[in-house]
């Protein structure tokens, strides 16, 4: 079984033979939820590629020390997967985050589409985002990430068109169930890729408009299947798609 990751700053730069001392939330973790004990083996990164092998030196619920064995420093994918996630009702679009982030995006985009029903409301927007945020690094912890994903700006309608940058390898591809590409074809197509941008409407689905913008600017529209998959799903499997045919697993 894979030992439990906690993530701290300050692995960052560790070498074998180091100690690192856990902040109270990870220690209160390690020794309360998760039970530690003093000689138990343990995951430790930055969230940023540092992944660490070490060993609990001292079980405290304020200050457990780990003392480190081994070290890695993993490098960020050569094509990066940013998902442009449409607000959903039902916390379907957090769930998207969440599979996301265990099957390998680099960062999540919220979106409020023109069809969304959740609206980003100026009072609110610290919490939503902390929120979201939350999730992300709860779910890289849950898989044994080395990288917490991104939690990038919230976009609205048809400004998801700004992410568009062919000549920086950035390319926008939206789900869509009219779409006129296959993803392979897409992914084929684009040289010098860098970041594949991956919108993923609300239920209601992209609006004409916000098509349109992204047609605009050279992105792409692509159906990746005969079904019409929820807001919460499309995403996923997208990802699942790229990281096979990229070879990013």
Known sequence: MTNPLFYTPDVTGVTADMTVTLDAAASGHAV???RLQS???VLLSDGAGTLAVGTIAHADPQHTTVDIGTVEVQAPPAVRIN???ALAKGDRDLLAAEMGTEIGVDSVTPWQAQRSIVRIRAERATKMLGKWEAKLHAAAQQSRRAFIPQLRE???GSSIATLQDTGEGQHLVVLHEDGQHDLSEVLERVQ???TIHLVVGPEGGVAPEELAAVENVKGSAVKIGANVLRA???GPVAITLINQFLNRW
Request: proline share 6%; glycine share 12%.
């Open 32 to 34: 309360r939820s998760q």
């Open 39 to 41: 000689g138990d083996a």
């Open 83 to 85: 998902l442009v996630q």
């Open 154 to 156: 919230p976009l609205h």
């Open 192 to 194: 010098g890729l860098h």
């Open 232 to 234: 919460s799903t499309a």
